[in-house]
């Protein structure tokens, strides 16, 4: 095998930590990196950074690698957050990971390991990349843990990217990942995987938005017209959303469509025009349901759309892999039909398209059929 200069992305997690000791057995010069990417509050309670650097020092230090903190907070704010938050205002539920991954850590933090001298980079993510030879392409593949699987973060991710791009623990499971570390001795064997969005972690999501996005309160409204109260602005809810609408549920008999007397809320639409929350009883409701997608700023991984016909799809990260029909391809957009409906299909979350274990690339979701 040949032997590499790899700088690893180490971001105090087990993953990374388990990523770079797998890199060293393998006879390759690591390099390890800490990335800082948001600054506003980094002395809160909810911004971690300060213990995860020091978690990635300690890693480091019993590895025997260099390590390196660089700041890329203002790229972070540039090319991430404003675009989450154009979204969220625009009464869209972006993914800002995927964004992450495309402007950050695929692209700043790989440019910046190019100037360190790196041939390649290696992350923690669970999915793995492939050479095909047949085709001269690098494919995007889901990690062997089904149930840690990354790939669909990552399905913005281009040629050039993947050629220098390793990700070493995407072939292992994640209770491996966690025995590895603990059999080397890394102080953060058992340290809780990190959970939301990097820049909120885990404080209340309502309570960060307040600080970015005016508060522009408004009816919410029922399938039938009906007023049930008030909502504290369109941007802080999103389709299917259960929880914190502040409404119960409306005492009447034969409720239609399999409501039922205390069957619960759910977000089904946002009106822009009225600034109304569009909201129906029951998990079926019609409203709740797509067969049908468009999409927008396509991005696939070999460079070009998959020729139409069928495949599977996620319209969210945490589901299965939904059967559909591709068609309508263009340079930066496609339409998906499902056999079997899907739930609350989101305008601003990913619509990722994978052929088995191949991820293809996908989109962002711009409307669907649902009602």
Excluded at 262 to 280: E, G, M, S, T, Y
């Amino acid at each position: 095998m040949q032997k590499h200069r790899i700088v690893v992305g180490l971001s105090g997690g087990v993953d990374s930590a388990v990523t770079a000791h797998l890199l060293q057995q393998q006879g390759h010069e690591v390099v390890a990196l800490f990335m800082k990417n948001w600054e506003d509050d980094d002395d809160s309670e909810y911004c971690s950074s300060r213990q995860d650097f020091l978690d990635a020092a300690s890693v480091a230090d019993v590895l025997g690698i260099e390590i390196e903190h660089v700041n890329f907070a203002t790229e972070y704010k540039d090319r991430v957050f404003a675009e989450f938050l154009r979204e969220y205002q625009a009464g869209r539920t972006p993914n800002p990971d995927v964004l992450c991954n495309a402007e950050i850590k695929f692209k700043a933090f790989l440019d910046h390991a190019m100037r360190l001298g790196a041939e390649k980079i290696a992350t923690g993510h669970y999915a793995r990349v492939r050479f095909n030879e047949t085709t001269d392409l690098h494919e995007l593949l889901k990690g062997l843990d089904e149930t840690k699987d990354q790939s669909y973060f990552l399905h913005r991710l281009n040629q050039a990217q993947l050629s220098r791009t390793l990700f070493p623990v995407g072939e292992l499971r994640k209770s491996e990942v966690r025995r590895i570390a603990a059999e080397i001795g890394l102080p953060n064997a058992k340290k809780k995987d990190s959970t939301g969005i990097c820049f909120i972690g885990e404080r209340p999501f309502r309570d960060f938005l307040n600080r970015y996005i005016a508060r522009e309160p408004g009816p919410i409204i029922d399938d039938r017209g009906r007023q049930l109260g008030r909502h504290m602005g369109l941007s802080f809810y999103t389709l299917g959303q259960r929880q914190g609408l502040g409404i119960g549920g409306v005492k009447e008999k034969n409720a239609p469509r399999g409501g039922g007397d205390h069957a619960p809320w759910f977000v089904a639409r946002k009106d822009l025009q009225r600034n109304a929350l569009i909201v129906v009883q029951g998990h079926e409701h019609p409203w709740l349901l797509s067969h049908q997608l468009a999409a927008q700023d396509a991005s696939w991984i070999a460079g070009h759309a998959p020729a139409r016909g069928d495949y599977s799809a996620k319209t969210r990260y945490r589901q299965q892999d939904a059967r559909c029909t591709l068609s309508n391809t263009e340079q930066k957009s496609f339409a998906l039909a499902f056999p079997e409906a899907q739930w609350a299909v989101t305008p601003g979350q990913s619509a990722v398209l994978y052929d088995g274990e191949v991820c293809l690339g996908g989109g962002v979701i711009e409307a669907s059929d649902g009602g």
